[in-house]
C-alpha cells in the first residue's frame, strides 16, 4: 500500500505558474511509475505527464513545453511545475503510482484543485 499525500493546488492568473507535490509513504524510486492526471468539470480524466520508474516522461500535447514533472528519490516526492497556466488547465491534479511490475498495484492522490482565472 502507497499513500500518495498532494499539495500546491489554488487560484493563479492566466500565464502564472503553480508546483504541485505528491509526496508517497513509502519508496518510489525504482518500482514506480509515476504520473499526473488531471480532470475538468464535465470531462473524462487525462494524462498530463508521466515520469517512469527509469526517467522516461511523457506528456499530453496539451501541456508540454509547459509542464515539467520530475522525482526526488531521496524524498519519496514527485512534482509537477506547470508554468504559462490558461484557463482550460483548470481541473483536478491527481498524482498517479503505478508498480512496473505488479501493473494492478496502482495508487492515487486525493486530488487538488487548480484554477486558472483572472
Known amino acids: 500500500q502507497v499513500i500518495l499525500v498532494q499539495s500546491g493546488g489554488g487560484v493563479v492568473q492566466p500565464g502564472g505558474s503553480l508546483r504541485l507535490s505528491c509526496v508517497a509513504s513509502?519508496?518510489?524510486?525504482?518500482?514506480?511509475?509515476m504520473a499526473w492526471y488531471r480532470q475538468a468539470p464535465g470531462k473524462e480524466r487525462e494524462l498530463a505527464a508521466k515520469?517512469?520508474?527509469?526517467?522516461?516522461?511523457n506528456y499530453a500535447d496539451s501541456t508540454k513545453g509547459r509542464f515539467t514533472i520530475s522525482r526526488d528519490n531521496t524524498k519519496n516526492t514527485v512534482y509537477l511545475q506547470m508554468n504559462s497556466l490558461a484557463p482550460e488547465d483548470t481541473a483536478a491534479y491527481y498524482c498517479?503510482?503505478?508498480?512496473?511490475?505488479?501493473?494492478?498495484?496502482?495508487?492515487w492522490g486525493q486530488g487538488t484543485q487548480v484554477t486558472v482565472s483572472s
Open positions: 515520469l517512469t520508474a527509469n526517467g522516461e516522461t
Open positions: 498517479y503510482a503505478n508498480h512496473i511490475i505488479v501493473r494492478a498495484l496502482e495508487f
Open positions: 513509502s519508496s518510489i524510486s525504482m518500482m514506480y511509475d
